[in-house]
């Protein structure tokens, strides 16, 4: 399973958001043919991982998520240095999550309806 998942540079926590800093290995499971002299992280994945994310470091007991409400803005590809920001926003009962370049320009981000 070490092949699906980022490398985890580094985690900052502060109440009910969370900061990742990661690492995308060129050799990642998801780039096989996503595409080929092309590599990508699929959008399906990314929103996967802001969710096992959330179970994991915001104490989260997803079981899914529905409504959800997405922006690409850039392509991830093999060797970036990310940073995922997650924040739970209880009171509307969402998941809101951004991946940024080091430079802080948007990868993707958006929001997520989730339910216990």
Known sequence: MSDRLPRILDVARQDDEV????EIPADLYWFRGHFPGFPILPGVVQLDWAIAFA?????????SG?????KF????GPG??????LAHLAAKGQLQ???????????SSG???VTP
Request: aromatic share 10%.
């Open 55 to 63: 179970r994991q470091y915001l104490d989260l007991p997803l079981r």
């Open 73 to 76: 803005n850039a392509v991830i």
């Open 19 to 22: 900061r990742l800093s990661l």
């Open 111 to 113: 929001r997520v309806t």
């Open 80 to 85: 970036d240095r990310l940073s995922l920001k």
């Open 97 to 107: 999550f951004e991946y940024a370049q080091e430079d802080g320009r948007a990868c």
């Open 66 to 70: 529905r409504r959800f409400q997405v």
